[in-house]
C-alpha cells in the first residue's frame, strides 16, 4: 500500500463521509442496530457514536486498511459501546455461522472488491432473526447519471481507494440472499449526482 493510499486517502475519506448530511443520514440507521454487531469497512469509525449503549453489547469492526484503523484511534477510543478491531476483508469474515445480530454497511459495498463473497460472509454470520442495516451510494436511476457514473468509475476507483459509482445496492443484496424490507433512494442535495443515490434501508436474511 503506498503513501497516499495510508496516509491521506483515510483523511480524505474521513472528512467527505462526515459532513452534515451524511452524519444526518447515518444518524436515522445506525441507532436502530442491536445486540451484537458486525460493521463491514469500519473506516475510520464515524458510525461508533451513534450505536446506542442500551442496545448494543459489542461491535466488531472490520476493516482491512491499516490507514484506516490508524485514522479510527481517536473514534475507537471515544466508543460508547465496545469494539473489537478485525483487521481482515469482508469476503473472510472470522465469526461463526449465525452468530450477528446487526450487520451495519455504510458506504463501503461499493468498494469491496467481491462484494458477492462478502455479501455471503454476511449472510452466513447474520442471524435468522437479525438485520442488515445498510446506507450506500450507487447506480443512479437517471440514464444521464448512470451514464456518466459508468464513465468515471474507472478513474474514481484509481484515486477513491476502489469505490465503484455505480454499484446496483438493492439488487446486490437480493442476489446474496437478502431480503429487504424498508428502503428509501434518493440524490442527496449539495452532492453531483453521480456520487449522490443514496441507498438505505434495513434486509433480513432470506433462507437458503
Ligand atoms: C468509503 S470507506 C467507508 C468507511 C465507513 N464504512 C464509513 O461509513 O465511513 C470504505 C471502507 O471500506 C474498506 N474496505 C476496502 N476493502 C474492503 C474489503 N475487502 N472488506 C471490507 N472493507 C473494505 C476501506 O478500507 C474503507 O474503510
Redesign the pocket.
Known amino acids: 500500500m503506498g503513501f497516499y493510499e495510508s496516509r491521506i486517502l483515510p483523511w480524505l ?2 472528512g467527505v ?2 459532513v452534515g448530511q451524511v452524519m444526518k443520514r ?1 444518524s436515522l440507521v445506525i441507532p436502530q442496530a442491536r445486540g451484537t454487531v458486525l ?6 469509525g ?2 461508533l457514536s451513534m450505536y446506542d449503549p442500551a442496545r448494543v453489547t459489542l461491535v466488531y469492526g ?4 491499516p490507514g ?1 484503523k490508524r485514522k479510527a484511534a481517536g473514534n475507537l477510543a471515544k466508543a460508547p459501546v465496545p469494539v473489537t478491531w478485525l483487521g481482515q ?3 473472510t469474515v472470522p465469526l461463526g455461522d449465525n452468530s450477528i445480530d446487526t450487520v451495519v454497511l ?3 459495498l ?5 462484494w458477492y463473497q ?1 455479501l455471503t460472509e454476511m449472510h452466513r454470520v447474520l442471524r435468522p432473526d437479525g438485520t442488515l442495516l445498510f446506507l450506500e451510494h450507487g447506480h443512479a436511476p437517471d440514464k444521464q447519471v448512470s451514464r456518466w457514473q459508468n464513465l468515471l468509475t474507472p478513474g474514481w476507483k484509481k484515486v477513491a ?3 465503484h459509482l455505480n454499484r446496483p445496492i438493492d439488487a446486490y443484496l437480493r442476489e446474496a440472499g437478502f431480503t429487504i424490507n424498508d428502503m428509501d433512494t434518493g440524490y442527496m442535495p449539495k452532492t453531483p449526482r453521480w456520487a449522490g443515490f443514496i441507498y438505505s434501508g434495513g434486509a433480513t436474511k432470506a433462507l437458503r
Open positions: 475519506i474521513d463521509c462526515s447515518r460493521e463491514v469497512g469500519i473506516g475510520s464515524i458510525n472490520l476493516d482491512p486498511s484506516m476483508s469482508g469476503e455504510t458506504f463501503t461499493c468498494t469491496i472488491p467481491d462478502a481507494g476502489g469505490c
